[in-house]
Each structure stands twice: as structure tokens, then as C-alpha cells.
């Protein structure tokens, strides 16, 4: 089973810039997560998507930073403009379903973004 | 690629020994967490589970201990392996949906 894609793998910008990072999630998940990791911290939350709709977006700065899942699988997040603080890995996760207890979530690589 | 385990506590085993790894959860209303071990350049990948109505669960080389009195899980490793070393992050969430935010990671690194 292919896990899943992440692209680019690696981009540097400088601040002011935007970017925007893609997602293809494992076959059949209906549940897409996007996660910033912040190097030496934990994964923290940006958005979840359950097929085409957005389940919690508490956590991202939507000043700056959007997400769609448009057909309800492939999704990109974009940050516009970037800022220095913003140099992270995103990650992109998928499962299933939305109950963590019983859909276990599946990792891509990630997109490590440097903002100079 | 560059490593996530920077600025992380470090636990260092010999091989073959056991391995404990430790986590305080912050929210006395978690009652599902999760155990990820993230390798350098990788997403972090499920290792074991445990439910809030459970103290103890094992897998394969892998024992996770839930104390909710204290809010403190651990990650036991038996035998530790070279292919181990990674950083290790506990997960905590509410009712098995909505969430998980993640705590700091151990960076467990195996001497060979």
C-alpha cells in the first residue's frame, strides 16, 4: 500500500514570499490532517479535513495560511506571506476516519520549509 | 536530513538493554494516548496505544504505563536495538477523536 506523498520534500524561500506545499493522502482515507513541526517540538495541529470539509482549523493562522481539499482527496496548504517564524516541517497525515482510538494516522514525510 | 531531535532530551541505552521512556500529559481530561516514534527525515509512525481505562498495555517489545493520578505514561522498549534510536513522542487526546496534540520528544539514541 503506497503511504503518503509529500511535495516538495525541501524549499527555501525568503520572508514575503508564499509557498504552497501538496498533499496525496493513502487511498481511501477520509481524513486529512496538516501538522507544523517546529524543529526540537511535538507536531502541532493546523488543520483537519474530513473528505472536503474542514473539522478544525483552531489552530491555524488564517491570516496567512490556507488549506483546501477541494475533491476531497489531493490537498495543498499555502502560507502567504511567509514569515521567518514559519520555518518548520509540515507535515500531512491521513486516516480513515475521524476516531483516533480506531483509524490510526499515517504519516508522509514531510515538507521542510526554511524562510530566510 | 537534518534530525528533529535537536535541543531534545537525550536517553542513551547500551544495546540490548531496556528502555524507559517518560512523559507528564497536561490535560486531566485525556483518556486516549498514543505513543509515535519519529526517525530523522520521516513523519512520526504509530507504536502502541492505550486507553484511559486501562494501566498497562503491551505489544511487541513495546510496554506502555498509564498512571492517570499523576498524568504520567511511559514507553518501555525490551532489548533495545540499534534500529530504535529515533525520537519518541506521547500523544494525548479526548475521546479518540478531535485533536491529538503531542508532548515534547525523547531523543533515545543506541549504543552499540
Known amino acids: 500500500e503506497a503511504g503518503v506523498a509529500q511535495s516538495p520534500r525541501y524549499k527555501i524561500i525568503e520572508k514575503r514570499q508564499s509557498v504552497a506545499f501538496w498533499c496525496n493522502p493513502i487511498s481511501g482515507h477520509a481524513t486529512l490532517y496538516w501538522y507544523q513541526q517546529i524543529l526540537g517540538q511535538g507536531p502541532k495541529l493546523l488543520i483537519q479535513?474530513?473528505?472536503?470539509?474542514?473539522?478544525?482549523d483552531s489552530q491555524l493562522p488564517k491570516d496567512r495560511f490556507s488549506a483546501e481539499r477541494l475533491k476531497g482527496v489531493d490537498s495543498t496548504l499555502k502560507i502567504q506571506p511567509a514569515k521567518l517564524e514559519d520555518s518548520a516541517v509540515y507535515l500531512c497525515a491521513s486516516s480513515k476516519g475521524q476516531i483516533l482510538s480506531y483509524n490510526e494516522q499515517f504519516f508522509g514525510p514531510g515538507t521542510r520549509l526554511t524562510v530566510l | 536530513g537534518e534530525s528533529v531531535g535537536l535541543h531534545l532530551p537525550t536517553l542513551s541505552v547500551q544495546e540490548g538493554d531496556n528502555s524507559i521512556i517518560n512523559c507528564a500529559y497536561s490535560n486531566s481530561a485525556s483518556d486516549y494516548f498514543i505513543w509515535y516514534k519519529q526517525e530523522s527525515g520521516k513523519g512520526p509512525q504509530f507504536i502502541i496505544d492505550i486507553r484511559s481505562n486501562m494501566d498497562k498495555r503491551q505489544g511487541q517489545r513495546v510496554t506502555v504505563l498509564l498512571n492517570k493520578t499523576v498524568k504520567h505514561l511511559s514507553l518501555q522498549i525490551a532489548a533495545t536495538q540499534p534500529g530504535d534510536s529515533a525520537v519518541y513522542f506521547c500523544a494525548e487526546n479526548i475521546g479518540g477523536y478531535q485533536k491529538v496534540t503531542f508532548g515534547t520528544g525523547t531523543k533515545l539514541q543506541v549504543i552499540p
Open positions: 479535513f474530513q473528505n472536503n470539509g474542514v473539522v478544525d
